[in-house]
Structures are given as C-alpha cells and as structure tokens.
C-alpha cells in the first residue's frame, strides 16, 4: 500500500505540473492525405516535420503501399498545430511548413504543385470532436473496469473478490497514465495520449484480471479442501501455489513486449511502452494489491458479522 501510494502521490503530481502529451484523437488536429512519387519512410517524415512544426504533436502513418506501382505511395500527416485557429492564413502556414518540412523528399517539386498534386485531402479534428473521444475514452475504461468487477462478483458470489479485482485494474491503469506523464519529455520516442493509448489501457485490463482470477480460483478451492484454515494463511498459500504460473506468464509476455519495444518502428513504439509498464504493473497488483484487498474486506466483514450477533444477543 505505501509503494502504491508513493508512486500514485508522485503521479498524481506529475500530471497537474507535467501534464500529458494529447496527440491529435484528444486535442484536436488537422489530418492530410499526402502522396509521393517513390516511397518514403514515415520515421524519416516524422523526424523532417517534427522540426519543421517545432516539435508540436504529430503523426504520420503509411496508408497505402502498392508494391507493383511504386508511384502510388500515401501517407497520413497529422498535427494539432494551432488547432484552436481557424483562419486562412493558419492553413496557408501549416502548407508551407508541411512542403519545407518535406522538401529533401519531394524532388524538386514547387509549393504550388505540392498543395494541389501530393496533398489529395484534408481534414479538420475540431476540439469539440476531440473532447467527445477523449469522453468516450474514459467512459470505456470506467465501464471496462465496472464490468468486470461484476463478472467476478457473479462468478466468486463474494464482493471481496469484486473490490480486489476493481481497486488492482484502476491501479494498473493509472499506472500507465502516471508512466506517460512523467517520462513523455524525455523518451527518445513519442508517448502521446491517443486512440492507441487507450486501447493499450484496456488491452492490460484484460491481461492482468486473467492472473487474478487464477489466484482467485485457488483461493476458492483452497476454502473448500480447509475450510478451518486460518485465512491469511489461506491466501497465502493460494499465491505461493500459482506463482511459478504468474511469474512464466508474464516474463514470457514481457519478453515478447519488449522485443517488440526496442527492435520495432517509431510508430508502435509508444503503444508498447505502455503494454510493457501495465504488463510488470498488473503483475505487481495482482499479487500485491488485489488478494491484500480481499483479505481486508474480509476480515472487515467478520469483524462487522460477530459485532451485529453480539448486539442480536
């Protein structure tokens, strides 16, 4: 509990000074379809526009690549610079920045012809649409969370184990928000709090109630085979029992994770990060956090059972 809390504490301060790096689904921004005549490397573009829009938030992913017809190569730019303006002259600066970042890929071709031949579409992110994603967003992972808290409360018949599984996935989940938070100015790569994010947050939701509901399984069968075991040592047990199981699970998950981190592109780099904290974080709160949670609740509950028979008597 006061490693938790440390670590809550700290975030919890790091996201009212730090804040977090909103990429375009949550702050709005504006999209362009772009087309080159040979093929690009969306790192490479990354990092041209990255200095072209002084480091603002910015995406670019390949949409279509045509191996037999190499003059059709697209990708989709997106940046959320001064998105809050909606004059003319704000899309005329993104344009020229977009075509003096690109210039070393676009062959000689003039501004004019980039904005009416490679730039095929654009789109506007307003801020209100951006606020009704980030709402829909959390909305997914309170309802994620609440869900599955009801399954194990069906499926346990014991609100302890309800609470346990609830208090243990919040904690992962704000794990990872306090984790982006506190390193997004200094990882060599982006960590932007997107679509991508949230669906890593609710990925670790999965993950981490499968071992928990191993554990609780145990605890479950264990109650059954020594129903006069003292329940700290019950508990105890049950967890000595699946270990082996939890710590296999997740290495061999984390070693794949981290693989994938450190040998993959730019692009999936963030997305992985996140997977790699809420990977080591649910392990951490399945043991440490979700069965201490049950066996408080529990005791609370005798506690509370013995005190109403005694007023009863």
């Given amino acids: 509990y006061i490693i938790s809390g440390t670590i809550i504490l700290i975030g919890t301060v790091s996201l009212f000074t730090n804040g977090l790096n ?61 998105i809050s303006e909606q004059s003319q002259e704000i899309d005329d600066e993104i344009h020229t920045r977009l075509y003096n970042g690109l210039k070393p890929v676009l062959g000689g071709v003039s501004k004019d012809e980039f904005i009416n031949k490679n730039i095929i579409s654009s789109q506007k992110v307003g801020p209100a649409i951006a606020d009704d994603i980030k ?56 960590l932007e709090v997107d679509q991508s994010f949230v669906a890593a947050i609710l990925t670790i939701i999965g993950f981490s109630v499968n071992d928990t509901v191993v554990i609780f399984d145990r605890i479950r069968e264990y109650k059954g085979l020594y129903p006069n075991r003292p329940l700290k040592e019950l508990l105890n047990d049950s967890l000595n029992s699946t270990l082996g199981r939890t710590f296999s699970t997740s290495f061999t998950v984390l070693l794949v994770l981290l693989c994938i981190l450190f040998l993959g592109g730019d692009v999936i780099r963030g997305f ?28 609370r509950g005798k506690k509370k059972n013995k005190k109403d028979l005694g007023v009863a008597k």
């Fill in 22 to 82: 909103q990429g375009i689904d949550f702050s709005g921004g504006r999209n362009y379809i772009v087309s080159f005549d040979n093929k690009v490397e969306t790192e490479k573009l990354r990092t041209l526009l990255s200095e072209s829009f002084d480091g603002e938030a910015l995406s670019v992913i390949t949409i279509k690549s045509n191996e037999a017809d190499k003059g059709d190569n697209r990708v989709r730019i997106s940046t959320n610079f001064k």
């Fill in 135 to 190: 709402n829909s967003a959390v909305w997914a992972m309170i309802l994620s969370i609440l869900g599955i808290g009801l399954y194990i409360f069906i499926r346990f018949r014991n609100i302890a184990f309800s609470l346990g599984a609830m208090f243990s996935l919040a904690h992962d989940a704000f794990i990872i928000i306090i984790c982006y938070s506190l390193f997004y100015k200094i990882m060599p790569f982006a």
């Fill in 272 to 299: 992985m990060f996140a997977l790699v904290v809420g990977t080591v974080a649910g392990s951490y709160s399945t043991l440490f956090l979700a069965v201490p949670v049950v066996f408080e609740t529990m005791i």
